[in-house]
C-alpha cells in the first residue's frame, strides 16, 4: 500500500469573542489502492496534523461528509484513519482518473476544520469484458484481400496500465488483426481479410477474440467470431460524419430529440440498406437514449440528470444487409438547469447557551452546498430577522451563526433560528433549517418577597410551636438558581436573638413560634428574614416582619382595696345621719390586661340590706340608695364583684364590712360577737395541727418537747399582743397610676410613712381617706380608735390626688 500525505498551507484563523475558537483549515491527501479490508490503515492523523491524541479526544473529532457512505473511519485513540466501507474504484469513479474523494474532520473546543482527500489507487481487480458473449460476421465471398472488418473494443474498468492494452486473434488463416485507437483513447480491434473466402470449400469460420490488459498478473476476456461467407456485398456503409455532437438540458422529457445519425451504402438493392446500432455501451447509457435502427434518430428515453453526468459518449455503429459496417461516435453534452435546491448540513451545534454569552459567541457551523453549476450553484445563506445572532460566511459553503446581542433567559428562554439558503438560478431554489437554541439559566436575578414588609397578629398564650406567618419569595432564575431558602438573619429582640422567639421553615417561608408569648411582657418585635437562591454565588433579599402580641383576657382584676386580713376586720363607719348618696367607700380594682380585657364594672353581689347600698358600674364607688335609719342593722356586709369586658370575662370579689353608728363602742359591739367565733375557729385550727405535728414525731417525742414548749411559749405571747389596743391596720401597695377615661383607677393614691422618736422600737402610719374616716376593729381588744380629728380630714383641702396616711405602730415589750 503507497501511503501519499501532503498539507497545503492555506490556513483561516477565526477569532471569536467569548470563546476564542480558532478554526484552522488545511488540506492532507493520502493515496490507497482500491478493494482494502475495512479497518486497514490510511494514514496518522495526528502525527499528519501535528495534534495530540488528547486534543482529538477532547476536541471531539469526527468524520463529517454529504455523501450517505463513509469510506473512512477516524480512530480518535489511536488518531489513525482507517477504511470504513470497502472501496471500489471503478464504482466509485468509473473512467474519471485520477480517482479520490474528500472529507472534512472537524474539532471542537477550540473549532478546527481539516479537509482530507484520499486518492484511490486501482488494482487489476477487473479483466476485459466484451459487451456480446458472441461476434456474428456474414463476409461476401468476393470480398477481396484488405478488406476490413471491425470487431468492436472490449470493457476494461480499470485504468492505467491495468486497462486492456492489446487484442489477439487466433486461429489467423484467413484474417489477421489490427488494433486502432479511438480519439477518446478507447482500442478496439479490425479483422483484415488476408486470404480470400471461399463459400463452396468453407462456408463457415470460427475465430476468437482475445483482449489482455496489462495488469500483473494479466487478465484476458475473449469474444467467439462466428464468420458466415456470403456472396457479392463488396461496399460498406460509411457515415457523413467521424464524430457527431448534440447538447440536451438536463431532466428533458422523453422523446426529446438529441440528433441524427446518416450513413450511406454504395451497394443498391439489399446490400445497400443500413441499419444503425448502439455499439460499445458502458454503463446506463442504452437507458438515457433511444436510436431508431431505421431513421439514425437520437431521442432522450430516460432521466438525463447533470449532477451524475454531464456528458455522454456514445459508439454508433451502421451495417448493411451484406454484413459490411461502419462506426462513428456521438457526443452529448448535458446542460444544466436550476433542479436542485441548496442543502444544509449543521456540522456544529452549541444547544444550550449561557444567557451571558458575550456578543460574538459561535452557535454553529453550518456547511450549504448546491450540486448545480455556475449560478445555478451560488448560495447565499441568511436568518430571519429581530434576533440577536448573525450569519456569516468563513469558508467557501461554510457559514458560522454568532451571537449579536444580550441574551436573557428570562425574558425569551428558547429561540427558533431559520436559517435560509437560496441559490442564483432563475427561478431561484432555496432551502431551510430550523435551530432550537435553549438559553441556559445564569444566577443573575435575587429573590424579590411578594410583599415589602410583613405583618403577624398573634394571640398572647399561643402554642409553641404554632405557625405565625408565610413569607414568600420569587425568583425569575431556573432550577437550582431559583430555588429559595428562608434564612433567620441575626437580630436582637429583648436582648436575646429572634431564633429563641422564633423559628422559619427554610423551604416553605413558614414562620413558627419558638415558645409562647406574653403580651404583658412583650408587645410586638421585629424580625429579618432572608430568602437566599441556590446560585453560586447565591443572591439573597431581606424583607421585615412586624410580629405584633394580642392580648388575651388571661388576668383577672386585682383588688387594691379594700385589702382582705385575715387577723383584723377593717370596718367603713356610716353615721345614722347619712344622707342618700352617701359615699360610704370606693372599690379600688386593676387589670394587667390591656384594652377591653381590662375594662372594669363593679357590681353587688350579696349585702345584708340591698335597699341600702348601691356601687357604682363604673368607678367602683359605695353610695346609701336610702337615709340610714336607726331600723338598720349596725353590722353590714357587702360582697362586690370586679369584671373585666373580656371573652369569656374574668372577675374577683371584695367583702366590704359597713357600721351604721354613730360611735364607735356601738359599733365594737356588734361586731365582737362575729370576730370572735373566727378566732375560736382559728384557735381549734392550730390546736389540730400542733396535735398532728406531735404524733407524728413521736419517736422523736424528747427532742420535740423542747420546741413544742417554745411553739406554746410564742403562741401564748402572740394572744397577748392580739389583746393589746393597738390597731392592726391593712397595708396599701405603693402607687397605682390613674388608668384612664374607662376608670379603673382615676386617682392617685400616696402613702406617707412616719416614724417615732424611737423607731427601734416603734413605727407608726396614719390613714387620711377621701370621704370618712376608717374604723380599725380588733376583735380582743376593749378600746377603739379614735377618730381622726375633723381638721385632719381631707375633705377639708382643696381638689387633689387622694392621699392616704397610713400609721403602723409596733410596741416591744
Not at 91 to 97: F, N, T
Not at 115 to 141: H, Y
Not at 419 to 427: F, L, N, W, Y
Request: charged share 20%.
Amino acid at each position: 500500500m503507497t501511503l501519499w500525505c501532503t498539507m497545503k498551507g492555506q490556513v483561516l484563523l477565526l477569532i471569536l469573542t467569548g470563546y476564542n475558537i480558532v478554526a484552522i483549515y488545511g488540506q492532507i491527501r493520502y493515496s490507497i489502492p482500491e478493494e482494502l479490508k475495512k479497518g486497514s490503515f490510511i494514514g496518522n492523523i495526528a502525527q499528519d496534523l501535528g495534534l495530540e491524541l488528547k486534543r482529538l479526544r477532547e476536541g471531539r473529532a469526527r468524520i463529517v461528509t454529504g455523501d450517505s457512505i463513509q469510506y473512512g473511519q477516524l480512530d480518535t485513540d489511536k488518531g489513525v484513519l482507517v477504511v470504513g466501507e470497502r472501496i471500489d474504484r471503478e464504482q466509485l469513479c468509473g473512467e474519471v482518473s485520477p480517482c479520490s474523494f474528500s472529507f472534512e474532520i472537524i474539532l471542537e473546543r477550540p473549532m478546527e476544520l481539516h479537509s482530507v482527500t484520499v486518492e484511490i489507487l486501482d488494482i487489476n481487480d477487473n479483466p476485459p469484458t466484451f459487451q456480446n458473449n458472441e461476434i456474428k460476421l456474414e463476409i461476401s465471398e468476393t470480398a477481396s484481400p484488405g478488406a476490413r472488418f471491425v470487431l468492436g473494443s472490449a470493457d476494461d474498468p480499470d485504468v492505467g496500465i491495468n486497462s486492456l492494452q492489446n487484442y489477439a486473434l487466433t486461429p489467423t488463416d484467413n484474417f489477421i488483426l489490427k488494433q486502432h485507437e479511438r480519439p477518446d483513447g478507447v482500442k478496439y480491434a479490425e479483422m483484415v481479410l488476408q486470404k480470400p473466402l471461399d463459400r463452396e470449400e468453407q462456408p463457415r469460420l470460427s475465430l476468437k477474440l482475445i483482449a489482455m490488459d496489462g495488469g500483473n498478473p494479466q487478465k484476458s476476456g475473449t469474444v467467439n467470431i462466428d464468420v458466415t461467407v456470403i456472396d457479392a456485398n463488396d461496399n460498406a456503409p460509411v457515415f457523413n460524419q467521424s464524430v457527431y455532437t448534440a447538447r440536451v438540458f438536463e431532466s428533458s422529457p422523453k422523446g426529446t430529440l438529441v440528433t441524427v445519425v446518416n450513413a450511406t451504402d454504395a451497394d443498391i438493392g439489399s446490400y445497400g440498406q443500413v441499419s444503425y446500432y448502439f455499439s460499445n455501451l458502458k454503463g446506463n447509457v442504452g437507458d438515457m437514449f433511444h436510436l431508431d435502427e431505421n431513421t439514425g434518430v437520437i431521442s432522450v428515453s430516460g432521466q438525463v440528470d447533470f449532477e451524475k453526468v454531464k456528458k455522454y459518449e456514445i459508439s454508433i455503429q451502421a451495417k448493411d444487409q451484406g454484413g459490411l459496417a461502419d462506426s462513428s461516435k456521438v457526443v452529448v453534452e448535458v446542460i444544466d438547469v436550476n433542479d436542485n435546491e441548496p442543502i444544509i448540513n449543521v456540522m456544529s451545534f452549541s444547544s444550550p447557551i449561557p444567557e451571558n454569552a458575550p456578543s460574538g459567541t459561535t452557535v454553529a457551523i453550518i456547511n450549504v452546498k448546491d450540486l448545480d453549476s455556475e449560478n445555478n450553484g451560488e448560495v447565499v445563506c441568511s436568518i430571519n430577522q429581530n434576533l440577536p445572532f448573525k450569519i456569516a460566511s468563513s469558508l467557501r459553503n461554510y457559514y458560522t451563526l454568532v451571537t449579536d446581542g444580550v441574551l436573557d433567559r428570562e425574558t425569551v428562554s428558547e429561540y427558533n433560528i431559520t436559517v435560509t439558503a437560496t441559490d442564483s438560478g432563475s427561478p431561484p431554489l432555496g432551502s431551510t433549517e430550523r435551530l432550537t437554541l435553549k438559553v441556559s439559566d445564569v444566577n443573575d436575578n435575587a429573590p424579590v418577597f411578594t410583599q415589602s414588609s410583613y405583618t403577624s397578629y398573634v394571640m398572647e398564650n399561643n402554642s409553641p410551636g404554632k405557625s405565625i406567618i408565610t413569607v414568600k419569595a420569587k425568583d425569575s432564575d431556573w432550577s437550582q438558581n431559583a430555588r429559595i431558602s428562608y434564612l433567620l438573619e441575626e437580630t436582637y429582640v429583648g436582648g436575646v436573638t429572634a431564633s429563641t422567639y422564633v423559628t422559619i421553615n427554610s423551604e416553605t417561608g413558614v414562620v413558627y413560634a419558638e415558645r409562647a408569648f406574653d403580651y404583658e411582657q412583650i408587645r410586638q418585635f421585629r424580625i429579618l428574614v432572608k430568602a437566599q437562591d441556590g446560585g453560586s454565588p447565591p443572591l439573597s433579599s431581606n424583607v421585615t416582619i412586624t410580629v405584633l402580641i394580642q392580648d388575651q383576657n388571661d388576668n383577672a382584676p386585682q383588688v387594691l382595696y379594700p385589702v382582705q386580713t385575715g387577723v383584723s376586720l377593717v370596718a367603713e363607719m356610716v353615721p345614722r345621719s347619712a344622707d342618700v348618696g352617701y359615699l360610704v367607700t370606693k372599690v379600688i380594682a386593676v387589670d394587667v390586661d390591656s384594652g377591653q380585657n381590662a375594662w372594669l364594672s363593679y357590681k353587688l353581689m350579696k349585702a345584708t340590706d340591698r335597699a341600702l347600698f348601691e356601687v357604682g358600674l363604673q368607678n367602683g364607688e359605695i353610695r346609701t340608695l336610702r337615709q340610714v335609719t336607726d331600723k338598720d342593722a349596725v353590722k353590714q356586709r357587702l360582697t362586690v364583684v370586679v369584671e373585666d369586658n373580656g371573652q369569656p370575662a374574668r372577675s374577683a370579689t371584695v367583702n366590704v364590712n359597713v357600721a351604721v353608728a354613730d360611735s364607735f363602742p356601738e359599733m365594737l359591739s356588734e361586731f365582737t360577737d362575729f370576730t370572735t367565733q373566727e378566732k375560736e375557729h382559728n384557735e381549734n385550727m392550730t390546736f389540730y395541727l400542733i396535735l398532728a405535728l406531735a404524733v407524728v414525731s413521736f419517736l422523736f417525742i424528747s427532742s420535740l418537747v423542747a420546741i413544742i414548749s417554745v411553739k406554746v411559749y410564742r403562741w401564748r405571747q402572740s394572744r397577748i399582743f392580739y389583746q393589746s389596743n393597738l390597731p392592726v391596720i391593712p397595708y396599701y401597695p405603693p402607687s397605682y397610676a390613674d388608668a384612664g377615661s374607662a376608670g379603673t383607677l382615676q386617682h392617685m393614691y400616696n402613702y406617707e410613712v412616719c416614724r417615732t422618736t424611737d423607731s427601734r422600737k416603734s413605727d407608726c402610719k396614719f390613714i387620711r381617706p377621701c370621704s370618712q374616716s376608717v374604723l380599725i376593729v380588733d376583735p380582743s381588744s376593749s378600746e377603739t380608735l379614735q377618730r381622726v380629728p375633723k381638721e385632719t380630714n381631707i375633705l377639708d383641702e382643696p381638689e387633689s390626688p387622694l392621699q392616704v396616711r397610713l400609721c403602723l405602730c409596733h410596741f416591744d415589750f
